[in-house]
């Protein structure tokens, strides 16, 4: 199933991790390119999963034959190579970003906006943990947000909170800087309506829904 017109999107409910099957999620297509891309695109998706009494999978994918990969330690700005993002506000409390190059460093960050943020290694030392991928010229991360972990950020939250029809708020990106061109691309599953670029504005992120 591919989502690309009511930015609404329906989370997949599996009995285990082991069990989860992104065959049988729904994808959705990061197809909004806004702001200087200068017809830069890429063909991208997101997929978010969520396993019983384990939490959150969330699989993201590119089609790039090179991707531009400089950072290779875990808080650099990954931004600005090659990257695919996955953004979630799971509760009121404030938003995740999971931010991660072709070669699986990771930026990640909690907070209510772009200027109130934290690390999240700054109360999670190990992070999210991240596994990247390469088929031919599709290059994958897999980013694993265990309830264990969300509940450092998200306190009140359990394995009952995310029952079916649960909503909550996020969004998939794709963004870099071509090291070829000097050009930015700033690529959406959701589209944000804003006259300047900026993927860090939760009030415009859109609706996640539990199956």
């Not at 989370?11 to 999620?25: L, P």
């Not at 990257?83 to 990771?106: D, K, M």
Request: glycine share 10%; with cysteine; hydrophobic share 35%.
């Amino acid at each position: 199933m591919i989502n690309t017109g009511d930015r609404e999107y329906t989370v997949a409910r599996f009995k285990d991790r082991e069990s989860v099957d992104f065959g049988t999620a729904e994808t959705a297509q990061i197809a909004a390119y806004r702001w200087e891309n200068n017809g830069i695109e890429y063909e991208a998706f997101g997929q978010l999963a969520y396993a019983e009494n384990y939490g959150f999978v969330c699989r993201m994918a590119c089609r790039e034959e090179e991707p531009w990969a400089q950072y290779k330690n875990d808080g650099e700005d990954v931004y600005l190579d090659s990257a695919l993002e996955f953004f979630g506000q799971f509760t009121g409390e404030g938003y995740v970003n999971c931010e991660n190059n072709a070669l699986g460093v990771r930026l990640q960050q909690f907070g209510k906006n772009r200027f109130d943020r934290v690390p999240v290694w700054e109360k999670l030392p190990e992070g999210f943990p991240v596994a990247a991928g390469r088929d031919g010229d599709m290059w994958t991360v897999t980013v694993e947000l265990p309830l264990d972990k969300l509940k450092v950020f998200y306190k009140n939250i359990d394995n009952g909170t995310f029952k079916k029809g649960y909503r909550f708020t996020g969004n998939f990106y794709k963004t870099g800087l071509d090291p070829k061109s000097g050009e930015s691309h700033y690529g959406m599953w959701h589209e944000i309506k804003n006259e300047t670029a900026d993927f860090h504005l939760p009030d415009k992120f859109g609706q996640f829904v539990m199956g």
